[in-house]
Nanobody
Framework: VQLQASGGGLVQAGGSLRLSCAAS????????MGWYRQPPGKQRELVALIGTPGSTNYADSVKGRFTISRDNAKHTVYLQMNSLKPEDTAVYYCYANRIVDVYWGQGTLVTVSS
């Protein structure tokens, strides 16, 4: 499985960005898709995940501001990020897993200026 992320960039605090991640290759049986992020000098952390039936899981820090969605026909996951804060600045990594295997995208940089 290959994951291609897009949509990062520079935005002012309070602004919005939408990330996309398309899966290709052996996409059958993908269970969860989602996003992790790694802020400068910190460890990678969960942002949001969405399962095949559409169940979602969000980090407390993004609840109410970020929305994850998934288009199963296109094997694509989206992350709508609103009310962005400087502390959201990070490299965002797309994630997907099957029962055993885990896959990561190449990362896309999101920079939120104050």
């Amino acid at each position: 499985v290959q994951l291609q992320a897009s949509g990062g960039g520079l935005v002012q605090a309070g602004g919005s960005l939408r990330l996309s991640c398309a899966a290709s290759g052996s996409v059958f049986s993908i269970k969860n898709m989602g996003w992790y992020r790694q802020p400068p000098g910190k460890q990678r952390e969960l942002v949001a995940l969405i399962g095949t039936p559409g169940s979602t899981n969000y980090a407390d820090s993004v609840k109410g501001r970020f929305t994850i969605s998934r288009d199963n026909a296109k094997h694509t996951v989206y992350l709508q990020m609103n009310s962005l804060k400087p502390e959201d600045t990070a490299v965002y990594y797309c994630y997907a897993n099957r029962i055993v295997d885990v896959y990561w995208g190449q990362g896309t940089l999101v920079t939120v200026s104050s």
